[in-house]
């Protein structure tokens, strides 16, 4: 059966930002359709990436982009809800792998076998491609997020911890996309609090 031999590529978006959801993705690239270009999502330009996404959904085999929200990152710590992002992705392919090649030193349980592939992202093209969904989508959230939050700038900096994002916080505090458990965060509300 050909679902048996399928791996899929996994890959996460968003662990560092001090506001939005944390976003991963799995894909079953198609052996037969090459994708050209798929490289770490963090070494290509936003016009590069959206457009590499538009050719992975339409060229792989199947594809899942999931999300773990701000009250789950703050609820469980941001590692285990990049994993649950990871999961979700994985159980939302609606082609079964028979193993996901996970980017980073850490796998989810997943109902599939898993391994872990450090720099995955640049070398293996499944996870690849999924880190470029996994930006692209993550992005457009922060930009629907901006224009509902437009003081903080999130169009600029996607919710890194920039100065501009920093300075926006001191002069208007922090909102509900904002990640309380994050110590940048958390010191503001302190203060607040004294």
Same mark, same amino acid.
Request: glycine share 6%; charged share 25%.
């Given at each position: 059966?050909?679902?048996?031999?399928?791996?899929?590529?996994?890959?996460?978006?968003?662990?560092?930002?001090?506001?939005?959801?944390?976003?991963?993705?799995?894909?079953?690239?198609?052996?037969?359709?090459?994708?050209?270009?798929?490289?770490?999502?963090?070494?290509?330009?936003?016009?590069?990436?959206?457009?590499?996404?538009?050719?992975?959904?339409?060229?792989?085999? !199947?594809?899942?982009?999931?999300? &773990? %929200? =701000?009250?789950? @990152?703050?609820?469980?710590? $941001? +590692?285990?809800?990049?994993?649950?992002?990871?999961?979700?992705?994985?159980?939302?392919?609606?082609?079964?792998?028979?193993?996901?090649?996970?980017?980073?030193?850490?796998?989810?349980?997943?109902?599939?076998?898993?391994? !872990?592939?450090?720099?995955?992202? &640049? %070398? =293996?093209?499944? @996870?690849?491609?999924?880190? $470029? +969904?996994?930006?692209?989508?993550?992005?457009?959230?922060?930009?629907?997020?901006?224009?509902?939050?437009?003081?903080?700038?999130?169009?600029?900096?996607?919710?890194?911890?920039?100065?501009?994002?920093?300075?926006?916080?001191?002069?208007?505090?922090?909102?509900?996309?904002?990640?309380?458990?994050?110590?940048?965060?958390?010191?503001?509300?302190?203060?607040?609090?004294?």
């Amino acid at each position: 059966m050909l679902e048996l031999k399928l791996t899929c590529g996994v890959d996460e978006a968003g662990r560092g930002p001090l506001a939005g959801p944390v976003y991963a993705a799995a894909v079953i690239l198609d052996p037969k359709r090459r994708i050209r270009g798929l490289a770490d999502s963090k070494v290509l330009n936003a016009r590069q990436r959206e457009s590499l996404a538009v050719t992975i959904k339409l060229s792989s085999l !199947a594809w899942c982009v999931s999300s &773990a %929200s =701000v009250e789950e @990152i703050d609820e469980i710590n $941001i +590692l285990r809800a990049s994993l649950l992002a990871m999961q979700r992705a994985v159980k939302g392919l609606h082609i079964r792998p028979m193993k996901a090649l996970i980017d980073g030193n850490i796998c989810p349980d997943l109902e599939c076998l898993g391994e !872990a592939v450090i720099r995955g992202d &640049a %070398s =293996v093209p499944a @996870i690849s491609a999924a880190s $470029i +969904l996994a930006k692209t989508e993550r992005d457009a959230e922060m930009l629907r997020l901006h224009s509902m939050f437009p003081a903080y700038g999130l169009d600029r900096h996607k919710g890194y911890p920039t100065t501009g994002h920093m300075e926006a916080i001191e002069r208007h505090g922090i909102c509900e996309i904002h990640r309380r458990s994050f110590a940048p965060v958390r010191r503001v509300l302190l203060r607040i609090a004294e």
